[in-house]
């Protein structure tokens, strides 16, 4: 990565969740064709979503409707790999640069130093999980934490992350659970999978970005402009298909 370059932070933004993976992949579209800086932005689903991986074709068919505080789930699905999110009390980050070397694994570290060294600062320490035999037959990304995914000390899963290679340019989102409704991911997942993520208070959204945004200017040598989306660039996003 080239040092103290300039990053495109894009602020905080609610939409739904087709929205926000239209705007992902336009973003990976405009950096591989050279139009676009790397670009970190975090964001949130709203309504409340089921993200499916890229190659999931298979999921319950009771996942169409359900209900949650008189809303309908969203079934989304993602440009990247990996198996279903379910988006509701989350914060999502997504980042999208180029010119990183090594491994998938080598990559997934590389970015997720950022993640670690933010949670640090907020007093919160993380570790990469450990991919157990019950991945492969479990559809629910939370269920099981794999070494792409973050975990707190008591190994409640933090922070599930999933990746799409484009010709040396990388997309990268996750998930950030900071107050999943139990009952719900129960509802969607089954009971034997929920761990509750106890945060302190007090860790409002914002003060978690502006961490996460620190340590990402470190681990990235980079400078940030905050920019938002422009009316022109709303326009291409919904315009746009991939």
């Known amino acids: 990565m080239h040092s103290n370059q300039v990053w495109r932070l894009i602020p905080l933004l609610e939409a739904a969740g087709n929205v926000q993976m239209a705007i992902d992949r336009w973003l990976l579209e405009q950096h591989q064709s050279g139009k676009h800086p790397p670009t970190l932005r975090f964001y949130t689903w709203s309504p409340p979503a089921i993200s499916l991986g890229y190659h999931q074709r298979q999921y319950p068919e009771y996942w169409q409707n359900l209900i949650w505080q008189g809303q309908k789930l969203d079934l989304v699905q993602r440009p990247t790999g990996g198996r279903a999110v379910l988006h509701q ?118 003060k978690i970005i502006a961490a996460l945004v620190t340590a990402a200017s470190n681990c990235f040598d980079m400078q940030i402009e905050l920019q938002p989306l422009s009316q022109s660039e709303w326009e291409a996003i919904l315009a746009y298909q991939p």
């Open 89 to 206: 009390g989350d914060l999502t980050y997504a980042i999208v640069t180029s010119g990183l070397t090594g491994s998938r694994l080598q990559v997934y570290e590389t970015i997720c130093e950022f993640l670690i060294q933010g949670w640090r600062s907020l007093g919160v320490e993380l570790h990469y999980g450990t991919a157990g035999r019950g991945y492969i037959h479990n559809p629910n990304c939370f269920g099981t934490a794999t070494s792409a995914d973050l975990v707190l000390p008591d190994g409640g899963k933090l922070i599930g992350s999933a990746q799409l290679r484009r010709s040396g340019v990388i997309l990268q989102h996750g998930s950030i659970r900071l107050q999943p409704d139990a009952e719900l991911f129960t509802q969607v997942f089954g009971t034997e999978s929920f761990t509750t993520v106890q945060l302190h208070q007090g860790l409002t959204v914002e």
